[in-house]
């Protein structure tokens, strides 16, 4: 019995409010997850403990390259809701040693924090940006949802265990 590596992002393509931003979008970085954290000290403590308080996340977002400045990214800065990131990971399958796929789809809601014209130049890409500030944020990989993160309706569940349901049924 083997394994599968994830080895390379064969592809991917951005998509927003049914927009497929083929050839355009060229990079994105995904949010980072920093738990906020409490100090908990007290008597029987020897010092402090940063305690994280689960399902609670600081600010997040998501930075969208493109290659040029095109219509394409005014259309995505005025994107409301949902940006969906779809691709395909190249996998090793250690058994075999070959090369296998698996899908890959990133989904995002929230609202368009800041972005960057860019540059002009000769013969050149002007890489503008566009950062998103992330409220939702949803990791499928071959069809099975690993992360879902929904800040508004205290959904916070890792490889399919809902973190807070406990939680949720106590407020």
Same mark, same amino acid.
């Given at each position: 019995?083997?394994?599968?590596?994830?080895t390379v992002l064969n592809n991917f393509n951005t998509y927003g409010a049914g927009h497929k931003y083929i050839g355009v979008s060229s990079e994105t970085t995904l949010p980072s997850f920093e738990y906020m954290t409490e100090t908990i000290e007290g008597a029987g403590i020897s010092g402090e403990i940063e305690e994280a308080v689960e399902g609670s996340f600081?600010?997040?977002?998501?930075?969208?390259s493109f290659q040029n400045i095109g219509r394409e990214?005014?259309?995505f800065i005025t994107q409301t809701g949902m940006v969906t990131y779809r691709g395909s990971m190249q996998v090793l399958n250690t058994a075999t040693q070959t090369n296998?796929?698996?899908s890959i789809v $990133? &989904?995002?809601k929230g609202k368009v924090k800041s972005f960057e014209l860019g540059s002009l130049k000769k013969g050149g890409k002007g890489e503008p940006k566009v950062v998103r500030e992330i409220t939702?944020?949803? $990791? &499928?990989?071959?069809g099975v949802s690993v992360?879902?993160?929904?800040?508004?309706?205290?959904i916070w569940k890792l490889n399919g265990v809902d973190r807070l349901q406990k939680v949720r049924?106590?407020?």
């Open positions: 019995m083997g394994y599968k590596i994830p600081g600010s997040m977002e998501t930075e969208t990214l005014f259309d296998d796929y698996e $990133v &989904t995002t939702y944020c949803k $990791v &499928t990989i071959g992360l879902e993160l929904d800040k508004f309706n205290m049924s106590q407020i």
